[in-house]
């Protein structure tokens, strides 16, 4: 039965069989992952495999809530600095502060903002405690890894080997349908006399576990960093370098307050979960993927 059949009338003359309204209907379907929340997921436990064999241990990151002090004053941050802006982070409006900050650990990172210390001269402006309070959605993992890290400054000495994989939050361009969010993958080595060279290398080895090992690094800066460098990896599919994270040393700004000792150095990097999935699962848009607006 046809629009024409009705238009031309001539639905008259057609022969049709008796409904059968005991047929059964389509199976019903179970619920399923989204293909590509089951891509990111894959990938996910890839890289949780990778950082395991590595001897890392899997950072505790279920608080998407963190405080500004802990997710920039702790990591040197300054206050002035353009990201810890209301248009670059979300802060929360209840509960808008923390109250649960270790007192003496406090004191020691607003000193180094101002006056430096540890051979730096610090920032030199009027460190105010109300912004390090005020809570925030995470902007990156490494809120986390302070913590970890001044939660090991309080014991005597042993060295770790980190990882978190996690959602993070930028208030970015978003749209109403689109929230500014990713996963951010962070891995840390924690020991006395570490240098670049071990960060050359903890980066080869990582990255090629992920078939990508011809990487070249390029300078760059982090305001917990020094010296910064993103990675870049030479993707045979697409002819090209492709960027594939940021890495540095935590600046000693950062580590002797927190109490480590002085020979203590920690090499970290970073990179999202979002782009390894678009890539290996050659999805070409990331909103499919998640959502997200920004360009990762
Ligand atoms: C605002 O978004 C930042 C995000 C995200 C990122 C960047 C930096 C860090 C970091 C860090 C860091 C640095 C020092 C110390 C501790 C952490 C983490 C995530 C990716 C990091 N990037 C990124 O993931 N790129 C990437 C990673 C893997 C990959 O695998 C494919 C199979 C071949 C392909 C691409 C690089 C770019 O995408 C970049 O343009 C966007 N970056």
Same mark, same amino acid.
């Given at each position: 039965?046809?629009?024409?059949?009705?238009?031309?009338? =001539?639905?008259?003359?057609?022969? #049709?069989?008796?409904?059968?309204? /005991?047929?059964?209907? !389509? @199976?019903? $379907?179970?619920?399923?992952?989204?293909?590509?929340?089951?891509?990111?997921?894959?990938?996910?436990?890839?890289?949780?495999?990778?950082?395991?064999?590595?001897?890392?241990?899997?950072?505790?990151?279920?608080?998407?809530?963190?405080?500004?002090?802990?997710?920039?004053?702790?990591?040197?941050?300054?206050?002035?600095?353009?990201?810890? =802006?209301?248009?670059?982070?979300? #802060?929360?409006?209840?509960?808008? /502060?923390?109250?649960? !900050? @270790?007192? $003496?650990?406090?004191?020691?990172?607003?000193?180094?903002?101002?006056?430096?210390?540890?051979?730096?001269?610090?920032?030199?402006?009027?460190?105010?405690?109300?912004?390090?309070?005020?809570?925030?959605?995470?902007?990156?993992?490494?809120?986390?890894?302070?913590?970890?890290?001044?939660?090991?400054?309080?014991?005597?000495?042993?060295?770790?080997?980190?990882?978190?994989?996690?959602?993070?939050?930028?208030?970015?361009?978003?749209?109403?349908?689109?929230?500014?969010?990713?996963?951010?993958?962070?891995?840390?080595?924690?020991?006395?006399?570490?240098?670049?060279?071990?960060?050359?290398?903890?980066?080869?080895?990582?990255?090629?576990?992920?078939?990508?090992?011809?990487?070249?690094?390029?300078?760059?800066?982090?305001?917990?960093?020094?010296?910064?460098?993103?990675?870049?990896?030479?993707?045979?599919?697409?002819?090209?370098?492709?960027?594939?994270?940021?890495?540095?040393?935590?600046?000693?700004?950062?580590?002797?307050?927190?109490?480590?000792?002085?020979?203590?150095?920690?090499?970290?990097?970073?990179?999202?979960?979002?782009?390894?999935?678009?890539?290996?699962?050659?999805?070409?848009?990331?909103?499919?993927?998640?959502?997200?607006?920004?360009?990762?």
């Amino acid at each position: 039965l046809t629009r024409e059949n009705l238009q031309r009338g =001539d639905w008259k003359e057609l022969e #049709f069989k008796e409904y059968n309204f /005991t047929a059964k209907g !389509l @199976p019903i $379907d179970g619920g399923h992952l989204h293909p590509l929340l089951k891509a990111r997921i894959k990938v996910r436990q890839q890289l949780k495999d990778i950082f395991r064999q590595m001897g890392f241990e899997e950072m505790p990151t279920n608080n998407f809530v963190e405080s500004s002090f802990w997710n920039f004053d702790a990591l040197f941050q300054p206050q002035q600095h353009p990201a810890r =802006d209301s248009h670059d982070t979300f #802060f929360l409006q209840a509960p808008s /502060t923390t109250n649960e !900050l @270790p007192e $003496d650990y406090v004191e020691r990172v607003k000193c180094v903002h101002e006056s430096g210390g540890y051979g730096s001269r610090g920032y030199g402006y009027d460190w105010k405690r109300a912004e390090a309070d005020k809570n925030l959605l995470r902007t990156h993992t490494t809120a986390v890894s302070s913590r970890m890290l001044y939660a090991l400054a309080q014991k005597p000495f042993v060295p770790k080997k980190y990882f978190s994989i996690d959602r993070v939050f930028r208030n970015e361009a978003v749209d109403r349908t689109h929230l500014a969010e990713f996963h951010q993958i962070e891995g840390l080595v924690c020991d006395r006399g570490l240098t670049l060279g071990d960060l050359l290398g903890v980066l080869h080895d990582f990255f090629s576990r992920l078939g990508m090992s011809k990487l070249k690094f390029k300078p760059a800066y982090n305001p917990y960093t020094e010296p910064s460098m993103e990675i870049f990896s030479y993707h045979e599919g697409f002819k090209k370098w492709v960027e594939v994270g940021n890495s540095g040393m935590f600046r000693p700004e950062m580590l002797l307050p927190m109490g480590l000792p002085e020979d203590v150095r920690v090499i970290a990097w970073g990179l999202s979960l979002e782009r390894p999935t678009m890539i290996l699962y050659g999805i070409d848009n990331i909103r499919d993927l998640f959502g997200s607006k920004i360009d990762l």
